[in-house]
T-cell receptor, first 115, second 114 residues
Framework: AQKITQTQPGMFVQEKEAVTLDCTYDTSDPSYGLFWYKQPSSGEMIFLIYQGSYDQQNATEGRYSLNFQKARKSANLVISASQLGDSAMYFCAMREGGATNKLIFGTGTLLAVQP | NAGVTQTPKFRILKIGQSMTLQCTQDMNHNYMYWYRQDPGMGLKLIYYSVGAGITDKGEVPNGYNVSRSTTEDFPLRLELAAPSQTSVYFC?????????????FGDGTRLSIL
């Protein structure tokens, strides 16, 4: 069965430092996609970054990058130069194969950026 | 840009009452989804739809019903509310299967069943 695992319930990082949020996944489907979403305390879900299973290069979006290690089935989110506004819950999600675009979510990592 | 709009934002129900959570999107997305998020947990899929007139169950459909009569609207119906349905409900939409097509989420409905 397809599964997403986020083993870090919470993390602290100092402002301006980089931080890595871990995500491992399990699937037997050769075609899949991995997403990261941010959920601030206000509650909305904000799309950050996407990595396709056939993408040769790691995805980057501004200060966000995805460290994709296919053989290890990991898709870690790296946030560079952390800002106070990065304090939020972060969810890793995997798009299932098939014609539905359904997402399976991990349990999330709560990131606290300290000044 | 409205995106995905959910109403109401908050609601308290008594056990056994029924209600409909509204969701509408103005992005002409074919795919729509309902999730619930319990405290400290990730999102779990309740129902989804790949187009008007087509709906299917997700991971946790019991106690809910949906309909999709138009592309824009995807209401979620709770019949006979139970305390276990206390949660935050998110509606989302996406274009479909294109590479990297993210789901766009509404702001959520916080529902308490007392």
């Amino acid at each position: 069965a397809q599964k997403i695992t986020q083993t870090q319930p919470g993390m602290f990082v100092q402002e301006k430092e980089a931080v890595t949020l871990d995500c491992t996944y399990d699937t037997s489907d050769p075609s899949y996609g991995l997403f990261w979403y941010k959920q601030p305390s206000s509650g909305e879900m904000i799309f950050l970054i996407y990595q396709g299973s056939y993408d040769q290069q790691n995805a980057t979006e501004g200060r966000y990058s995805l460290n994709f290690q296919k053989a290890r089935k990991s898709a870690n989110l790296v946030i560079s130069a952390s800002q106070l506004g990065d304090s939020a819950m972060y969810f890793c999600a995997m798009r299932e194969g098939g014609a539905t675009n359904k997402l399976i979510f991990g349990t999330g990592t709560l990131l606290a950026v300290q000044p | 840009n409205a995106g995905v709009t959910q109403t109401p934002k908050f609601r308290i129900l008594k056990i056994g009452q029924s209600m409909t959570l509204q969701c509408t999107q103005d992005m002409n997305h074919n795919y729509m989804y309902w999730y619930r998020q319990d405290p400290g947990m990730g999102l779990k899929l309740i129902y989804y739809s790949v187009g008007a007139g087509i709906t299917d169950k997700g991971e946790v459909p019991n106690g809910y019903n949906v309909s999709r009569s138009t592309t824009e609207d995807f209401p979620l119906r709770l019949e006979l509310a139970a305390p276990s349905q206390t949660s935050v409900y998110f509606c989302a939409s996406s274009y479909g299967l294109g590479q990297g097509q993210p789901q766009h989420f509404g702001d959520g409905t916080r529902l308490s069943i007392l």
